[in-house]
């Protein structure tokens, strides 16, 4: 291995990847692949021929094939295997197949033999999956070099060049992530001060708001019922996430879907217009959650928004007007958003690569050296399906893979939960609202109250595991209802819902029974079992 080859930069993103490595004036360069793109979604799809596909491949194969359609990204808890057509995999299996992909279009670009990586994690990724990523870079054939928190890497971007501000703050608002940090950039190397922010909050969740409300509006005109048709969804979501981003620059888009229901033997075609504003009154509510993160982390750091100098916008959700709005609002200036936001993390992680290609100290003591890869150590995905399918230019690099094939695709195995669901209460307990066993599909609604006086918020953590003490289950995400009606304690009355659908997705929600107001999510539910 000859030290004289770069150090990829690689922003491993929960919706999108990219790669960059820094030229020879010190500048950052993003990588394009043959087609000229920089950004490789973060998917891979098992299709039912056996082939697997990865990236923009695996993106266009999403809506005729969603439940095997996978987001390859270390989930901020370890939620055990994934059930794929070729069988069950961890996040390190999966994620090993998109890094192995992405080596490729880097060797194919630089014309080089890449293995030296410096990866960007959230800030707030646990120790555990930063372990499990340096298992999927040795199962690509990679050396892991660094890890670099993101908004460091962004940090780097913002002051290149620059005069740099004592402390800034970086907003990341991405697609299945929001977090706010706080840095202090003093002698022109930034120190993570603090970072607040939710793995489950993120441009995903918009989307899923907006398909849900499109379902429901489809529902009320034509009488079909789509709720539970996974393609219906997948193509629902895919309108909802280019109505979001139509609406960044036009003040009204018209969505259209076409095909959607068969109805009376007729198809129905899902159709409606979609104001900015209408847009902005729905998703003002996450929005103000990301604003609660900010104030977290600038109370962990001990800052006050007239002291922090800069705020950098990064990550796709900072497009949205509305967004950028809010937080120049809050913070009481401008942000700066002068680099591209989905750009930023991985060109500022090409600076940090070239210092530590040169020896130098990199600013932060987040250095994680992955051992080389043993030989012959491959991912288990790529032993399991007949050939990974990418554009042309790859394929013949492919073809030299096993041709092994997977037995013909079988049902999914989530018949009944294996352990049971609960939510947070009083002194770290928890209370179940699903117990194991179950048979699934399944419903399941309890109401809960308030216990102070006039209070205002309510946050509903989830988890599932058989302990009574919450935090020994695995978390799987909280739900948030704001601005409740004052009421008196035990007054306000929460409905939470959990439904799980046959294929072990978990749709968890609360509904304020008063104002209706409600928050969802949905999660991919694992070690579910046969019954
Ligand atoms: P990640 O790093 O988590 O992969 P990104 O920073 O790439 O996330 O941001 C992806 C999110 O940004 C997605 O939810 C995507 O829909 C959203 N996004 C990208 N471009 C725009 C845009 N022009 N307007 C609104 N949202 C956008
Ligand atoms: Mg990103």
């Known amino acids: 291995m000859s030290g004289s ?29 043959p087609l000229g793109r920089a950004l490789v979604p973060s998917i891979i799809s098992f299709r039912g021929d056996g082939h697997l596909l990865v990236g923009t491949e695996a993106l266009d194969e999403l809506e005729r094939n969603p439940l095997n359609s996978l987001r390859c990204e270390f989930r901020p808890r370890d939620l055990g295997p994934r059930e794929t057509l070729a069988g069950a995999f961890s996040d390190a299996d999966l994620c090993s197949v998109l890094l192995d992909h992405l ?10 033999d890449t293995r030296r990586v410096l990866m960007t994690v959230p800030a707030l990724l646990p120790e555990s999956q930063k372990q499990a990523l340096a298992a999927a870079c040795g199962m690509a054939g990679l050396i892991l070099e660094r890890i670099v928190e993101a908004p460091v890497a962004a940090a780097m971007s913002f002051a290149l060049g620059k005069k740099t501000p004592r402390f800034a703050a970086v907003y990341d608002f991405g697609g299945g992530k929001f977090e706010c940090s706080l840095l202090d950039l003093q002698g022109g190397s930034p120190r993570l001060l603090a970072t607040a922010g939710d ?10 708001r907006l398909a849900s409300s499109m379902l429901e509006a489809f529902f009320h005109v034509h009488g079909v019922d789509l709720r539970g048709d996974h393609v219906a969804w997948q193509r629902v979501m895919t309108a909802s996430e280019a109505a979001k981003r139509a609406l960044s620059t036009a003040l009204e888009h ?65 497009r949205v007007p509305a967004v950028a709005e809010r937080v120049a609002a809050h913070f009481g200036r401008e942000p700066r958003s002068d680099i591209d936001p989905e750009l930023a993390v991985v060109m500022g992680a090409a600076v940090l690569a070239a210092d530590a290609e040169a020896g130098q100290r990199v600013t932060a003591p987040y250095g994680v050296g992955s051992p080389p890869p043993p030989e012959g150590v491959a991912s288990p995905v790529a032993g ?3 050939r990974v399918a990418t554009k042309k230019m790859f394929t013949a690099m492919m073809q030299a893979q096993p041709e092994v094939k997977f ?39 309890r109401i809960f109250s308030t216990g102070k006086d006039g209070q205002k918020t309510v946050q509903v953590r989830v988890c599932q595991g058989d302990s009574r003490r919450f935090d020994e289950n695995a978390f799987l995400g909280t739900l948030f209802l704001e601005d409740l009606p004052p009421r008196s304690r035990g007054q306000v009355r929460i409905a939470v819902t959990f439904h799980i ?18 928050h969802a999510m949905r999660i991919q539910l694992s070690g579910a079992s046969a019954g």
């Open 5 to 33: 080859e770069p150090i990829l930069a690689i922003d491993f993103g929960t919706s999108k990847s990219c790669m960059a490595v820094t030229d020879a004036m010190g500048q950052p360069r993003v990588l394009l692949d």
């Open 103 to 112: 080596r490729r279009v880097a060797d194919a670009t630089l014309q080089l």
């Open 199 to 208: 793995l489950f909050l993120g441009g995903d969740d918009v989307d899923q």
């Open 254 to 318: 018209v969505v259209k879907v076409d095909a959607l229901a068969e109805k009376a033997g007729r198809l129905v075609n899902l159709k409606l217009t979609l104001t900015r504003e209408v847009f902005h009154e729905r998703i003002a509510d996450v929005v103000e959650r990301s604003i609660f993160f900010c104030d977290e982390a600038l109370r962990q750091a001990g800052l006050s928004p007239p002291s922090v100098e800069e705020i950098w916008l990064v990550g796709g959700m900072t």
């Open 384 to 386: 399991r399906v007949a």
């Open 407 to 445: 037995s013909a695709p079988r049902p999914a195995v989530f018949e009944v939960t294996a352990s049971p669901l609960s939510v947070s209460t009083v002194g770290g307990f928890c209370d179940e609202v699903i117990g194991r066993n179950q048979q699934i599909p399944f419903s399941k609604t």
């Open 501 to 518: 659908d046959a294929d072990g997705v978990l749709e968890a929600s609360a509904r304020d029974e008063e104002t209706g107001r409600a």
